[in-house]
């Protein structure tokens, strides 16, 4: 059974860094193209990043220069290194597959990030 498992987020201060991490498993996730979303208050799901299987990457404006999208084929794993966050930034962040198809439903549980002072 596929699923995604999203962790790291915590409280953090407006400047600071976190690592969010997915797990992915019951998937081939080599070959398969990832992505973050976010979800703040009050909000839509919005897209954050993107990376295909060989590691190209794509942002959001908002994000642009401020994270770094990054994955480990051999661990199943993707993440998100994410710096000088604002409170903008607070939201709860998930993980996907972006390839449409039988993927287009799977969200793990998310995990949460608070940027305040």
């Known amino acids: 059974q596929m699923s995604l498992a999203e962790s790291g987020g915590g409280l953090v201060q407006p400047g600071g860094s976190l690592r969010l991490s997915c797990a992915a498993s019951g998937m081939m996730f080599s070959i398969l193209p990832m992505a973050w979303y976010r979800q703040g208050p009050g909000n839509e799901r919005e897209w954050v990043a993107s990376?295909?299987?060989?590691?190209?990457?794509n942002y959001a404006d908002s994000v642009k220069g401020r994270f770094i999208i990054s994955r480990d084929n051999t661990q199943k794993m993707m993440y998100l290194q994410m710096s000088s966050l604002e409170p903008d930034d607070t939201a709860v962040y998930y993980c996907?597959?972006?390839?449409?198809?039988?993927?287009?439903?799977?969200w793990g549980q998310g995990t949460l990030v608070t940027v305040s002072s």
């Open positions: 990376i295909t299987s060989v590691g190209t990457t």
């Open positions: 996907h597959v972006a390839a449409g198809g039988p993927y287009s439903n799977l």
